[in-house]
Structures are given as C-alpha cells and as structure tokens.
C-alpha cells in the first residue's frame, strides 16, 4: 500500500500536465530500469503467532525493535516518525516499509539487470533474516496468512492506515480488511520508452498477469486450513474495495488508449477513494477528481489539487498492471527469494525486448474482455490446470517462458562468470514442466506429509529455510505415489 506523496505540491494547470507527467516519465531502452517489492508476514519462532508492532508484555521483540537494530547495527536511516515512533527505514534506493497487518515490505532500488535485482533481494532478505531470529521471529514466504484473520492480526500503528480501515468498514467494503491485513505480494516494476511502448506493454502484461498469478500460486491456506484456491490472496483481491483492486483495467484495451485516455479515465470513470490532508485520510465520497481540480471537493472546499494529489489518486487505482509512470505488475503471490527474482526475469525478458514484446503480443491480442476475465476468476482456483482455449493455462506458461528466456538472452547482460539472465527461470521452468506451483506442493504436504498440521507450514516456508522448487524433486520424475519432497534443508 503506498505512501502518501509529498513530492510535488504545487496546483494542477489542467489536464495537458497530467498527460505530459506521464510522457515524461518515457525512457530510452538502454536506461530502463527494474524493481521489486516484496510483502512478507512475520511470525514468533516459540509460539507462530503474529508479530505486534511493540514489543508484548512478555518481553517478546516486536517490529519496532526490528527497526531500531536495523538502524542502529547496519546502517539503515530513520523514515516517517509518527507519535514518536520511526515507521519506517531507508538506505540509498531501498527502504523497509510495514503494511496494515505489519507485512514487512521490501522496496527495491530501480536497477539496471536482473543480476543485480537477485544480488539485492538476496542481501535484503539474508540480512532481515539474521536480524528478525535474534530477536526471535521469522518472515513466512507466502502469498497469504495460513492461520490468523484479520481481526487476530496486530495492526500498523500508522494514522492512514486507521482512517483507510474507517473508510472500508463505512463503506462494507467486504474481504477488504482481509486484502490489508492478510494478503503478501511480490511485485515487478518496469519502464516504457514510449506512449505505444507502454500500450503495448501494458495490453501484454494485464493479459498475462494471471498466467503469472498461476505460476506464483502460493496461499492455499487461511484460518488454519485448505480453502480450495491455489491462490487464496488473488482470490481475495478480486474487483475489492468496490472494484478498484485486484481488476484488470479494461480501458488499457479501448481503442485509442494511450496517456490521455488514461488521464481521463483517472479524472471522471474512477471516483476518488479520499485525499489526504497530512497523513489524515478523508472520504472523497464517490467525487472524481476532475471536480477536485476545479475545487469542488466536498472533504476540502475551494482547495485545488496538486500533483501529490494526483500521484496519491492514482495509487489507490490497484489494477492487477497498475500504470503510473512506470507498469507495476502486482499479481503473483509473495514466495521464496528465488520466485522473486523468477518473476523480474520474467517480466524483464517479455517486456524489454522487442521481439519477445511482438511476439507476446500476437499471442494475445484476440482474447476478449471475456476471456481476461475468465482467467482472472478461474486462475486462483485452478492455476495451470485451468482450461483456456482448448489448451491449458499450464502451455500458455510455457509459451511465455520460452518468449521471456529468448528476451534476456538477447538481452546479453552477464554476471561475472558469464551467465546471462536467463538462468532466473529456471523455479517457473520447474513449476510449469511439471504443473505444479507451491501452493499444490504445500497442499500435498499439508494433506499427506504433515497429516493436517498447519503449523508446518511456519517451519516450511520460513525464509531462514531458503525454500526452494529446485531442491524438490520434481514431480514428473517421482515414482508413481511417492510422497513429494519438499525439504529445502540441507
């Protein structure tokens, strides 16, 4: 959930520097950058339960020591302070944020290569890792809290938070509480060079994303249990918060899209959900901001917006591709270090290059709205077995992956023993050879191995394990009833 913006307070002229932010945000192909963010649950290693902010009565560490050790022993910089409480961290480009449920967020610095992507995610998580088990807790890698609500979740003690669970409990918003407080993503975040670049980009990235979503599938638990998706957090998302979130913005597929088009749709098709005044919150009560614009804003009468306002409207529109001025691709459940690094390859290699873009492209441009939105239904219960046009999603994953392994090849960015990008693939390789994501892993385990014990799954998908598909023996070479094996300990 991001951040209020406090860059650029100064009044909108009119609807010509709305578009004009966005054209300026294009960027030559040889200085496009990539990002990730990463959302992961933290857990007490004695008793699994979830990690408060402060520290409890009985002497367990909570997020807020996370944060002091983090600035006091590696560097880390004091962020926002509310109430006398830092809530958040920086260094360089890269800061430690916390979600509504104390989810503990990395935001990656835009870098050039996925090599150094991986080599950040690894040095982000390694360290979060070391100093989370000394004050005794650990971070689940996984798409969904397994076993706690959202009304046994510790709450981030942030001001806009508070008034954002006040606007959706005003408006019974339903499984939105669940969409703040349960729910771990991983995102990738990539540049365009053009305004037909970034249509293109955007129509080929909103298609694929539940191609993606099944890849990535990694919360098939809630409360305790099985719930009978592949991908419970997708599923909880779906066109929530009264179908501002989790959908697949049909307008990017209009004829004529492009930065005005947008712009347009962001000023009067989607109503504002609040502006901010400070880091307080106010309801914009179905008002679109056009009307904000010529200060007719019922919550700040006679007051104009300026491009924060703008920047923080367009950061409540959460689009499974959310445009800003950069694609931010939010549909794959949190996993494992290696999935992370899997899904910016994977968007990297389809996106920045040419011919994999083109060839994407063809692959998708005769699916209907109907049929974006049938595997944006199906796809969390399904995942690569879901049924699309007389195939399977499971042969789409594998076209995309062929396509985005042909990309970074072309690409020619090698780490120092030679390698390209390439070799990142190779978790969604194992994952769509075998059609088998985590989430069916973990539920076979779940079923057979830990003979319905929930708590398993803490040890399992602890981040300290480094769980990962490569050290699992892949299902399509395992004796018929063999139990899968899932250990990543060595």
């Keep these: 959930m991001s951040s209020p913006s406090h860059s650029n307070s100064k009044p909108i002229a009119g609807k010509h520097e709305l578009v004009n932010w966005f054209a300026q945000a294009c960027t030559p192909a040889a200085k496009r950058l990539i990002g990730v963010e990463h959302e992961k649950p933290p857990f007490y290693l004695d008793n699994l339960q979830p990690v408060p902010f402060v520290a409890n009565e009985d002497g367990r560490h909570g997020i807020s020591d996370f944060i002091a050790r983090m600035t006091q022993q590696h560097g880390w910089q004091q962020g926002e302070v509310e109430n006398g409480q830092v809530i958040d961290i920086y260094k360089k480009r890269v800061n430690w944020t916390f979600e509504p449920g104390l989810q503990m967020e990395t935001g990656g610095a835009p870098l050039r290569s996925v090599h150094q992507i991986a080599r950040e995610t690894d040095r982000m998580i390694n360290e979060a890792v070391k100093v989370a088990s000394e004050l005794g807790f650990g971070m689940l890698a996984m798409g969904y809290h397994p076993t706690h609500g959202n009304r046994d979740i510790p709450s981030m ?48 990235s909103l298609s694929l994303q539940p191609i993606v979503t099944a890849l990535c599938a990694n919360s098939p638990f809630a409360y305790g249990g099985l719930t009978g998706y592949q991908s419970f957090r997708s599923h909880k998302i779906y066109n929530n918060m009264g179908g501002r979130y989790g959908f697949m913005l049909p307008v990017a597929f209009e004829e004529g899209f492009g930065f005005e088009m947008f712009v347009d749709y962001a000023l009067e098709r989607m109503p504002m959900m609040g502006v901010y005044k400070g880091s307080v919150f106010l309801d914009a009560k179905g008002a679109n901001f056009k009307s904000f614009m010529e200060g007719r804003l019922e919550a700040c009468p006679g007051q104009v917006a300026t491009l924060d ?91 995309a992956l062929a396509l985005a392994e042909t990309g970074l090849k072309t690409r020619r960015q090698v780490d120092n023993r030679g390698n390209d990008e390439s070799g990142y693939l190779a978790p969604m390789h194992e994952i769509a050879a075998s059609g088998l994501n985590w989430a069916q892993r973990l539920e076979h385990r779940f079923r057979h191995e830990w003979h319905g014990d929930i708590n398993k799954v803490f040890e399992t998908m602890d981040y300290a394990r480094s769980p990962s598909v490569l050290a699992i023996e892949a299902s399509p070479r395992r004796k018929a009833g063999k139990p899968f094996n899932l250990s990543s300990n060595k």
Excluded at 333 to 359: F, H, R, V
Aim: net charge neutral; glycine share 4%.
């Design 157 to 204: 003690p942030k001001s806009r938070y508070a008034t954002i669970r006040e606007y959706v409990r005003t408006h019974k918003y339903p499984n939105a509480l669940d969409a703040m407080y349960c729910t771990s993503s991983a995102q990738a975040n990539l540049g365009y060079q053009s305004e037909a670049d970034m249509v293109k980009m955007l129509r080929v």
């Design 309 to 399: 306002d703008w920047q923080n409207h367009l950061n409540t529109i959460w689009s499974e591709v959310r445009l800003r001025r950069f694609l931010e691709m939010r549909g794959a459940d949190n996993g494992p270090a290696e999935m992370i690094k899997a899904q910016a390859a994977l968007w990297t290699g389809l996106l920045y290059d040419s011919a994999a873009l083109d060839a994407a492209y063809e692959m998708v441009r005769d699916w209907t709205p109907q049929d974006r939105d049938y595997l944006r239904l199906m796809v969390p219960v399904h995942g690569l077995q879901t049924k699309f046009l007389g195939t399977t999603v499971q042969e789409f994953a594998k076209n």
